[in-house]
């Protein structure tokens, strides 16, 4: 037990930073993103030996987040009322301020979670379309139109100022009928 519970602190050590900034993303909230990221982990701690086995452990848990966070978004569709904005939005670690302008935060809030999710995975986390077709559970083509859509739809929300996007995801932007 004392070896699976420092692996698994080591894996955390290790990825927190980038699930934390994939979760971030899913979901456009800090307090939500640091509760789906304890979620997978939580899932992935409970199954370690399964998840240490796999062939990407950082996939497997990515997996388990994108699966929690599209599980939420079922549930609360029915019982939460959203608001454009909260009236006081607290203060901000300042991490994902720089990492993404605010604009494009609230773009990419814009789009429904499915298609967030596969923007999020293939863009800003860099997974292949076949990876993200795995973390999703789909095929590769509902990836393709989830981006396509995603993109198209970040192309007009973000028309007036092209700078907010990453390079590598304007390059894409452009490209994009």
């Known amino acids: 037990m004392r070896g699976t519970h420092e692996a698994f602190s080591s894996f955390v050590r290790e990825h927190s930073p980038s699930l934390m900034r994939t979760a971030y993303l899913l ?8 509760d789906l ?3 997978a982990l939580a899932k992935a701690y409970g199954h370690w030996s399964r998840v240490e086995a796999a ?13 929690a966070h599209l599980s939420w978004l079922r549930r609360l569709a029915s019982t939460e009322q959203v608001v454009e904005r909260v009236p006081d939005p607290g203060t901000d670690d300042g991490h994902a301020a720089r990492a993404l302008g605010g604009q494009l935060r609230d773009a990419l809030r814009e789009l429904s979670p499915r298609v967030r999710t596969a923007v999020v ?3 800003y986390d860099d997974h292949s379309r076949a990876e993200t077709a795995r973390l999703m559970g789909c095929s590769v083509s509902t990836v393709d139109n989830h981006v396509t859509r995603g993109l198209a739809a970040l192309r007009r929300l973000l028309a007036d100022d092209p ?13 994009t009928p």
């Open 27 to 34: 979901t456009g909230d800090r307090g939500h993103a640091e």
């Open 37 to 39: 990221a304890q979620t």
């Open 55 to 67: 062939d990407q452990p950082v996939a497997y848990v990515r997996r388990l987040m994108v699966n």
């Open 121 to 123: 995975l293939r863009f």
């Open 163 to 175: 700078e907010l996007v990453p390079a590598r995801t304007r390059t894409h932007l452009e490209e």
